[in-house]
């Protein structure tokens, strides 16, 4: 299992620029999210889906979107980048509560990260 | 509003000795508690969880306490090694849900 891959690693953007950060898992999870880390700020939760065609907003949502057309993929967004997008951006995903077999949670598994520069 | 704090951004043991690594929460619906590690240019791997209705679970060197009353848990790591340096996040979240609440993270040095 490859687990969670995120691509690309590294990219630079500048204002106003779009662009769409990849994100993939072969474990085959119901749930996916994506965070952003910021120094000072931990990690915060942009958008999540709990399934293919299900989606709903994080604490920190806006200027991004996301889709869920397969289990696999989660995509996130960038519409019209701004420098206060600058950021480490980390993809996550799990067993939903209602599967799996960890009991009344199930840890997140984490890809690698993309480090987002918007000059 | 930060829900998740920990209020120690860094830390540094001595090898052997413990490190102790704090967390505090404001929201008391919170009702299961996870331990995060990150390396740099790494993702957060998960370390230890704890649900509500436990005060403590220990995994090998691993242990985490949890003091509802005072809404605080702690990440005890015994003996701390070389390979434990790394920034630990806290992260919480309530019933039924998957999404977490993260702290700010503290970065644990272990001096050889």
């Known amino acids: 299992n490859a687990g969670v891959t995120q691509t690309p690693k590294f990219q630079v953007l500048k204002t106003g620029q779009s662009m769409t950060l990849q994100c993939a898992q072969d474990m085959n999870h119901e749930y996916m999210s994506w965070y952003r880390q910021d120094p000072g700020m931990g990690l915060r939760l942009i958008h999540y889906?709990?399934?293919?065609?299900?989606?709903d907003q994080g604490e920190v949502p806006n200027g991004y979107n996301v889709s869920r057309s397969t289990t696999e993929d989660f995509p996130l967004r960038l519409l019209s980048a701004a420098p206060s997008q600058t950021s480490v951006y980390f993809c996550?995903?799990?067993?939903?509560?209602?599967?799996?077999?960890?009991?009344?949670?199930?840890?997140?598994?984490f890809g690698p990260g993309t480090r987002l520069t918007v000059l | 509003d930060q829900q998740v704090k920990q209020n120690s951004p860094s830390l540094s043991v001595q090898e052997g000795r413990i490190s102790i690594l704090n967390c505090d929460y404001t929201n008391s619906m919170f009702d299961y508690f996870l331990w995060y590690k990150k390396y740099p240019a790494e993702g957060p791997t998960f370390l230890i969880s704890?649900?509500?209705?436990?005060d403590k679970n220990e995994d090998g060197r691993f242990t985490v306490f949890l003091n509802k009353s005072a809404k605080h848990l702690s990440l005890h790591i015994v003996p701390s090694q070389p390979g434990d340096s790394a920034v630990y996040f806290c992260?919480?979240?309530?019933?039924?849900?998957?999404?977490?609440?993260f702290g700010t993270g503290t970065r644990l040095t272990v001096i050889p």
């Open positions: 992260a919480a979240t309530g019933p039924g849900a998957n999404n977490l609440f």
């Open positions: 704890i649900s509500s209705i436990k």
């Open positions: 889906s709990v399934g293919a065609g299900i989606t």
């Open positions: 996550a995903s799990s067993y939903t509560l209602t599967s799996g077999s960890r009991g009344s949670y199930n840890e997140q598994f």
